[in-house]
């Protein structure tokens, strides 16, 4: 794995990590004021900015054509996570969209 590669995953598991926290902040706020003052969502906040700093890095060398579309692990991720975790509802076609997402991944690296 290039140092490309492992920053671009590096920036899927930020901001991962980053929305995880963004969620967390928001739970229980009554508003977008109460929410900002919470300290999980600075450091969503602040994973979000190290993510970019590293895919900024990835796309040195790797085309955008993959580095994008690998974003969307952390979308397909997300949803797995926020149905465990906070019990949100995941339909049979939020699941196929999910298992879509994945296998359209997994063909993006395939040589």
């Known amino acids: 794995m290039t140092k490309h590669h492992a920053a671009l995953m590096a920036a899927i598991i930020g901001g991962i990590f980053g929305q995880l926290l963004l969620k967390a902040g928001s739970v229980g706020a009554n508003d977008l004021w109460t929410q900002l003052a919470r300290a999980p969502t600075w450091a969503g906040l602040a994973c979000y900015g190290g993510s970019a700093i590293l895919y900024l890095v990835a796309l040195q060398?790797?085309?955008?054509?993959?580095?994008?579309?690998?974003?969307?692990?952390?979308?397909?991720?997300?949803?797995?996570?926020?149905?465990?975790?906070?019990?949100?509802?995941?339909?049979?076609?939020?699941?196929?969209?999910?298992?879509?997402?994945?296998?359209g991944v997994v063909m993006l690296y395939r040589h």
Do not use: K, N
């Not at 995941?90 to 969209?97: E, I, R």
């Open 61 to 103: 060398v790797i085309p955008v054509s993959i580095a994008f579309p690998s974003v969307a692990l952390s979308y397909a991720v997300i949803a797995v996570i926020g149905a465990v975790y906070w019990q949100e509802p995941v339909g049979w076609q939020q699941a196929l969209g999910i298992a879509l997402i994945f296998g």
